[in-house]
């Protein structure tokens, strides 16, 4: 399923990047933004934790589109980690600070057990885990499930 054109039409005229990737890994980022582009998806980009909830707190306080649909997380890296920014994400979203209607779905280069997933996933709010690299048919797939729902 792709956007309809009234959802292009939308994000064209706002131009406000939906998308929100948050990885330490310039290579990583740089894939990423090239598969949403190719797709016609405007992104933003992160290098940590820190970085993307300062990025969601600024979109929150935007007059025009105040969250991202769809935020992939890198969980391991510098400053702080994406379980860590994903718990104050939804911090803030629980406190009204931010839009709760923003999906952060974990990245990570390890596999986990499904108990240790679903520990991870209550805490830091991760709607589904994906391990790394992520090629273009599943990212259109993750875009499918969880930006054009």
Known sequence: MYPSSSQQNTEKQCGCP??????DNPNNVFVLRGYATSLGVLCDEALNGEDAVKKVVERAESTCCRAYKVIMMDI?????????????????????????????????????SAEEEKKLREKARFAAFYVKPIGKKQFTEILNQFYYY
């Not at 400053?79 to 860590?84: A, F, L, P």
């Open 18 to 23: 939906k998308i929100l990737i948050v990885d």
């Open 76 to 112: 391991n890296m510098p400053v702080m980690d994406g379980m860590q920014a994903g718990a104050e994400i939804a911090s803030l979203a629980e406190e009204g600070k931010v839009p709760e209607e923003q999906t952060i779905l974990a990245l990570t280069g390890d596999e986990y």
